[in-house]
């Protein structure tokens, strides 16, 4: 074999008979601290005999007498301390008298380098060696003194290494006693670092010891309140989900829920809110820990409970909590869970910052009504198995901050409960006017809600039309004209003139005035601002006409009514500034078509020319008033074709009368004072058909005579009104 590598000599330094009388107590005190300090690099740096260490200790150790002063004993400490750091493996049985030595010292002011001392003899906590069943309880015992010297950091920094390098000589009391001191001080302490240590701590007695139960009740509470500070909330979690994966797992859920459920708790907001994150996080979230098998059911009673204390802070984490459990998309929940996730979401929607979110409360508010879309989604998605009506109740009572696909669904669910054989339809369904018609601002929920009764009420009316007309339509809908939004009055007039048209009940007469103060709204029929303010009033004039083409064969009075209603309108007009005329021309070209179209038979029988396949229809109860010189006198079927004495028309029940000069005179007006080409071209190219209708001509002859007058005059150049004048005439139309 060839040569080996020679090994140094190491030199080692001796303990001279002179030195031991230098630093023996055969030298003065001030001569002994002398030669101490000079050896101090010695022992530090240099590597001394065997045996060295432990006659330095013997023949210094009666300087810490309290006799010799705290200067004397700090510089015996000093030297200790760097005696040890340089002969730490060569230390064996005096690491023995040196730990007793630490114990054993009591002066306040000695803490300190007590703390140094033991730190160079476990290297920084990592060796017990000779002394490691009487550490544990002894640092237990010097614990709070130290934390409350001022000495967190070295001494927490310390106490991790013991716990993750010596776990096997700690006891569960001393375990408990570290956990209650460190969560103390994590509590009390304002110094960021120290807490941030402290659960290092906490986070070594959980990975490296085997806890019992009798510390969740320090352990829990204090991650709680430290899982809150931004800063801290990733070490404490890191903490409680390794205990939670802990046999006490189950047990921490337990600890937490009891927390929830004490009243006493409802003004710790801070340990209400980190026990909610816990458990929804620890059972729901992401990272949830997979061995925890509690159910939703278990613990969200708890969470309920904690509601109670009404911060937001908490129910933000609650929210937080039922995203997690929903999830996104949202996961299979039992019918039996959904019922707790309701509580929890109805206490939260009732909440004031909910309900009226200020700047540091709208997260709170979004987070909230997110959820609420989720189920929703879920409704919709058919994954629901919860009960629908309490879903939809807790959307009714947050409806005006939900959009308004949220509230059409709502409205279509509530329809669906105000519909025949359900209890208290009619009740259900005035309840969807007053909170979603009446009460809503938005427009288009308004007009959703308009559309969705107008489609119940055709379905029902039939047999519960008086119920309906009392209950349903009158008390919602007979104030239109005090209605601000032309578009919401244009599909309510809209829905009473449908509902009107079939109607026999006896509130139709009250019907009819609602439509008419729509037909003549004091703004929209003479001050109007534009063209979406005249829509309502044309919509009731085009309602009216078919309320008057319904009317004419099943209530005559009713339609003899309607059609007063309709002529007056037109007059109304004509007395308006041109302007405002102008811009009612759509209405007024409504009426006149109509007013074209009335027709008579031989039998003075009321018709409309509509332009139908099967000719005009008459109808036997609707009949013309015939005039003669200045007389009147009602005709009847009977009298224009016999000449018995039957009992005139007038005696009977279902047979009304219709003046027709009341139209001749008003389509005199509208040939005189019209300046709407399209109006005016309607009533020109209406009245041959109009004047072939002898039995009409007949009945209206006083007017009649009029109209040849007006024609005459509009035909003679010098009393036509200039062209110039007309709106809305097309091109290529002359004066010749």
């Known amino acids: 074999s060839g040569p080996g590598f020679a090994v140094p000599k190491i030199e080692e330094f001796a303990i001279t008979p002179e030195i031991v009388r230098d630093i023996g107590n055969e030298s003065s005190v001030s001569h002994r601290t002398k030669s101490i300090k000079e050896l101090v690099d010695t022992v530090r740096t240099k590597r001394l005999q065997e045996g060295a260490p432990e006659t330095l200790y013997t023949q210094t150790c009666d300087l810490l007498h309290p006799a010799h002063g705290q200067d004397v004993r700090h510089t015996v400490l000093y030297f200790y301390c760097c005696l040890i750091q340089g002969q730490f493996e060569r230390l064996d049985i005096s690491r023995t008298h040196f730990f007793n030595l630490i114990q054993d010292l009591r002066h306040p002011e000695d803490l300190s380098l007590r703390l140094d001392l033991l730190k160079v003899l476990t290297d920084k906590g990592k060796c017990l060696s000779h002394f490691e069943d009487k550490a544990p309880q002894f640092l237990l015992q010097w614990m709070p003194e130290v934390l409350s010297a001022g000495r967190a950091f070295d001494f927490l920094s310390l106490l991790i290494n013991v716990i993750k390098f010596n776990s096997s000589f700690l006891d569960k009391e001393v375990v408990a006693g570290f956990v209650q001191n460190t969560c103390i001080l994590c509590c009390r302490t304002n110094s960021e670092s120290d807490v941030r240590l402290g659960?290092?701590?906490?986070?070594?007695?959980?990975?490296?010891?085997?806890?019992?139960?009798?510390?969740?009740?320090h352990l829990v509470p204090t991650l709680c309140r430290t899982v809150v500070l931004a800063k801290l909330s990733e070490p404490s979690w890191r903490t409680m989900r390794n205990l939670q994966g802990t046999h006490l797992g189950h047990n921490v859920i337990s600890y937490l829920c009891r927390i929830l459920e004490d009243r006493?708790?409802?003004?710790?907001?801070?340990?209400?809110?980190?026990a909610v994150f816990f458990v929804g996080a620890a059972l729901w979230s992401?990272?949830?820990?997979?061995?925890?098998?509690?159910?939703?059911?278990?613990?969200?009673?708890?969470?309920?409970?904690?509601?109670?204390?009404?911060?937001?802070?908490?129910?933000?984490?609650?929210?937080?909590?039922?995203?997690?459990?929903?999830?996104?998309?949202?996961?299979?929940i039992t019918p039996f869970v959904w019922k707790f996730v309701l509580d929890v979401l109805e206490k939260l929607v009732c909440l004031p910052e909910v309900e009226q979110a200020s700047a540091s409360s709208q997260q709170l508010q979004q987070m909230v009504h997110d959820i609420v879309s989720k189920v929703e989604k879920s409704y919709d998605e058919g994954t629901y198995k919860g009960c629908p009506q309490r879903l939809f109740?807790?959307?009714?009572?947050?409806?005006?901050?939900?959009?308004?696909?949220?509230?059409?669904?709502?409205?279509?669910?509530?329809?669906?409960?105000?519909?025949?054989?359900?209890?208290?339809?009619?009740?259900?369904?005035?309840?969807?006017?007053?909170?979603?018609?009446?009460?809503?601002?938005?427009?288009?929920v308004r007009l959703y809600t308009l559309n969705v009764v107008?489609?119940?009420?055709?379905?029902?009316?039939?047999?519960?039309?008086?119920?309906?007309?009392?209950?349903?339509?009158?008390?919602?809908?007979?104030?239109?004209?005090?209605?601000?939004?032309?578009?919401?009055?244009?599909?309510?007039?809209?829905?009473?003139?449908?509902?009107?048209?079939?109607?026999?009940?006896?509130?139709?007469?009250e019907v009819l005035d609602i439509v008419e103060k729509v037909l003549n709204h004091p703004t929209w029929s003479t001050k109007p601002n534009g063209a979406e303010e005249v829509l309502p009033v044309e919509t009731a004039a085009r309602g009216l006409i078919d309320v008057f083409r319904k009317k004419m064969w099943l209530s005559p009075q009713c339609a003899v009514a309607t059609f007063r209603l309709l002529v007056d309108h037109v007059r109304r007009q004509y007395r308006q500034e041109p302007s405002v005329c102008q811009l009612l021309a759509p209405v007024r070209l409504v009426i006149m078509n109509f007013l074209v179209s009335l027709r008579t038979n031989a039998l003075y029988q009321i018709g409309?020319?509509?332009?139908?396949?099967?000719?005009?229809?008459?109808?036997?109860?609707?009949?013309?008033?015939?005039?003669e010189g200045s007389t009147m006198r009602q005709c009847s079927p009977a009298s224009a074709v016999t000449n018995s004495g039957v009992a005139a028309a007038s005696a009977q029940p279902h047979i009304a009368h219709l003046c027709v000069k009341e139209a001749f005179d008003t389509i005199i007006a509208s040939i005189r004072e019209e300046s709407d080409w399209p109006v005016l071209s309607t009533v020109l190219q209406g009245l041959p058909g109009l004047l072939k209708d002898k039995a009409l001509v007949l009945?209206?002859?006083?007017?009649?005579?009029?109209?040849?007058?007006?024609?005459?005059?509009?035909?003679?150049?010098?009393?036509?009104?200039?062209?110039?004048?007309?709106?809305?005439?097309?091109?290529?139309?002359t004066a010749s």
């Open 199 to 217: 659960l290092e701590v906490l986070d070594s007695v959980v990975g490296y010891s085997l806890l019992s139960s009798e510390v969740l009740p």
């Open 264 to 274: 006493a708790n409802y003004r710790d907001y801070t340990l209400l809110k980190g």
């Open 286 to 332: 992401h990272k949830a820990v997979p061995t925890l098998k509690h159910t939703p059911a278990a613990v969200l009673p708890s969470i309920y409970r904690a509601l109670d204390c009404k911060h937001p802070s908490v129910a933000y984490e609650a929210a937080v909590a039922l995203q997690w459990l929903i999830g996104d998309p949202p996961k299979p």
């Open 393 to 444: 109740n807790i959307v009714a009572k947050c409806a005006s901050l939900r959009p308004e696909a949220s509230l059409q669904r709502l409205i279509q669910y509530c329809a669906e409960k105000a519909q025949v054989p359900t209890l208290n339809w009619v009740t259900n369904l005035s309840e969807i006017l007053e909170k979603y018609f009446k009460a809503e601002p938005r427009p288009s």
């Open 454 to 509: 107008s489609s119940v009420l055709s379905n029902n009316r039939h047999l519960y039309e008086e119920e309906l007309m009392k209950k349903v339509l009158l008390p919602h809908l007979g104030a239109l004209e005090t209605d601000p939004d032309p578009a919401v009055v244009t599909a309510a007039v809209q829905l009473l003139t449908d509902f009107f048209q079939d109607s026999g009940s006896q509130q139709n007469s």
């Open 608 to 627: 409309m020319d509509e332009g139908l396949e099967e000719g005009i229809r008459y109808s036997p109860h609707l009949l013309c008033l015939f005039r």
């Open 699 to 733: 009945c209206g002859q006083m007017s009649f005579r009029a109209l040849c007058v007006r024609l005459r005059n509009q035909a003679n150049e010098r009393n036509r009104k200039p062209l110039d004048q007309m709106h809305r005439v097309p091109a290529g139309v």
